[in-house]
């Protein structure tokens, strides 16, 4: 058994492909009509035959309240590696993303949180 689709519920599929393309650098793997939405699904430039995230609409009206609850305890969503959190966060300061938490050493791990502009917070990370 192993992971291939994972989701992240956003609020509008065309703002989050930009978002996650243009702003966090995955590519566009799927684009397909799924009655009035898409099944629009991004990978990681780094692995484009790996895990594959849903850009799934949050249309269920248990959704929207759901994210809302995570973001106003500071929540993030999903959780996303990278080698190097401080240039990270860095680099997508520069292309205007917002963070809720700036990078932070905890120990064995340093984390930061952005807003991905549809409704969720996202953390990155990197193992020391």
């Not at 793997?29 to 790996?50: E, I, M, Q």
């Not at 305890?73 to 938490?101: M, S, W, Y």
């Amino acid at each position: 058994m192993r992971i291939n689709l994972t989701s992240v519920l956003v609020d509008d599929q065309e703002k989050a492909l930009t978002f996650y393309t243009e702003k966090l650098g995955f590519r566009k793997k799927n684009d397909v009509p799924a009655g009035g939405a898409r099944w629009l699904t991004v990978v990681s430039p780094a692995d484009p035959d790996g895990v594959e995230l849903l850009l799934e609409p949050d249309g269920h009206p248990a959704a929207p309240p759901f994210k809302q609850a995570l973001v106003a305890d500071g929540i993030p969503f999903t959780q996303f590696a990278v080698d190097d959190v401080h240039a990270e966060v860095e680099r997508l300061k520069n292309l205007g993303v917002e963070f809720t938490q700036e990078a932070t050493d905890l120990g064995p791990v340093v984390t930061a949180v952005l807003d991905d502009t549809c409704g969720n917070l996202i953390q990155l990370a990197a193992m020391k």
